[in-house]
């Protein structure tokens, strides 16, 4: 069974750079069958998918964030880790990390997601 | 930039009751669509993908149809537990999975 957790500091000051990291367990980041992602949740507010990345290691970020975000993998610890610059409040949500997977349609759904952490931007 | 709308955007229903919650993409995304449902506190949890394929483990009284720019997602009889948030998503567009406002359904 996959498992995913995030972690990362609960409060980031205005302006500064956001870094969480999603652990990956009960299987392998480097599965050709998974594409790992960033989706993230304003409180009492909708889904927003921040980024991700392939297994070949190919990034992918939503362009309204693009040049804020930053996405990576070690694979020697079986995580993804993701950054976001210049903080705001508006950028106060609930983050999660999901793997996509490629094994059960084209639409490569998330079929695994973490428990979700949050962070508030706040001085 | 492809955008999803979703209608209705709440409604209030009662155990038994069939009700459908309809996604609609700006653009042709096929049958790039998955259903997501979330319950306040937890993490969405996938109900159907390509459109209309059930995920393992959901129940059948879940259903999916459509394709191009127009989707549904039925609930043939809303049991207590289906009372949550429904969130369409497109994977049509890489980079941007764009995922539909949601859908709340309350008890009536």
């Known amino acids: 069974q996959l498992q995913l957790q995030e972690s990362g500091p609960g409060l980031v000051k205005p302006s500064e750079t956001l870094s969480l990291t999603c652990a990956v367990s009960g299987g392998s980041i ?91 931007v706040s001085s | 930039d492809i955008q999803m709308t979703q209608s209705p955007s709440s409604l209030s229903a009662s155990v038994g009751d069939r009700i459908t919650i309809t996604c609609r993409a700006s653009q042709n995304i096929i049958s790039y669509l998955n259903w997501y449902q979330q319950k306040p506190g937890k993490a969405p949890k996938l109900l159907i993908y390509v459109a209309s394929s059930l995920q393992s483990g959901v129940p059948s009284r879940f259903s999916g149809s459509g394709s191009g720019t127009e989707f549904t997602l039925t609930i043939s009889s809303l049991q207590p537990e289906d009372f949550a948030t429904y969130y369409c998503q497109q994977t049509y567009s890489t980079p941007q999975f764009t995922f539909g406002p949601g859908t709340k359904v309350d008890i009536k």
Do not use: M
């Open chain 1, 30 to 120: 480097n599965s050709t069958s998974s594409y790992w992602g960033w989706i993230r949740q304003p409180p009492g507010k909708g889904l927003e998918w921040i980024g991700g990345l392939s297994y070949s290691g190919t990034t992918y970020s939503n362009p309204s964030l693009k040049s804020r975000v930053s996405i990576s993998v070690d694979t020697s610890q079986n995580q993804f880790s993701l950054k976001l610059s210049s903080l705001t409040a508006a950028d106060t949500a609930v983050y999660y990390c999901g793997r996509h997977t490629t094994t059960i349609g084209w639409s490569v759904p998330i079929d695994y997601w973490g428990q979700g952490a949050l962070v508030t």
